[in-house]
């Protein structure tokens, strides 16, 4: 399979969980729209500007291309999230197992996205 088919699939896969994570909050939407920018940048100049270029994705892709920066309300957002999934793990009875790993990998999850610098642009 050409290279290029490759990270053509990889795009397209990215693509779709991206758009699944916009209906279920417990799938992230912006690191797999990312991947998939970086994909089609490589496999599909076509496909790469479409999302670039989307009215609602694109400036999150164009801000991190640009200096790796995530908007406020985004971080805000992201934030939030990352807190209510943890709080529907305790409400649901989780193990302390996975609680820990949870709490580890969320923390780390957000430290990352709220150390990132603001964008200029509002998102």
């Known amino acids: ?25 417990l799938l ?4 797999f729209l990312l ?4 994909a089609f940048a490589r496999s599909s100049p076509r496909l790469n500007a479409w999302l670039v270029n989307h009215p609602q994705f694109g400036i999150l892709i164009r801000n ?3 200096d790796g920066s995530i908007g406020r309300r985004t971080k805000i957002s992201a934030a939030i999230i ?6 529907l793990s305790v409400v649901l009875g989780a193990s302390n197992t996975v609680l820990i790993i949870q709490a580890v990998v969320l923390t780390g999850a957000a430290t990352f ?3 990132r610098p603001d964008s200029p642009n509002k998102d």
Not at 6 to 15: A, K, Y
Not at 35 to 38: E, G, H, R, S, Y
Not at 82 to 87: K, R
């Open 1 to 25: 399979m050409p290279v290029r088919m490759i990270w053509m699939t990889v795009g397209l896969t990215s693509l779709a969980l991206g758009f699944v994570g916009v209906i279920l909050p």
């Open 28 to 31: 992230p939407t912006t690191p």
């Open 35 to 38: 991947l998939a920018a970086f």
């Open 64 to 66: 991190w291309q640009r």
């Open 82 to 87: 990352m807190a209510l999934t943890f709080a």
């Open 113 to 115: 996205v709220l150390t």
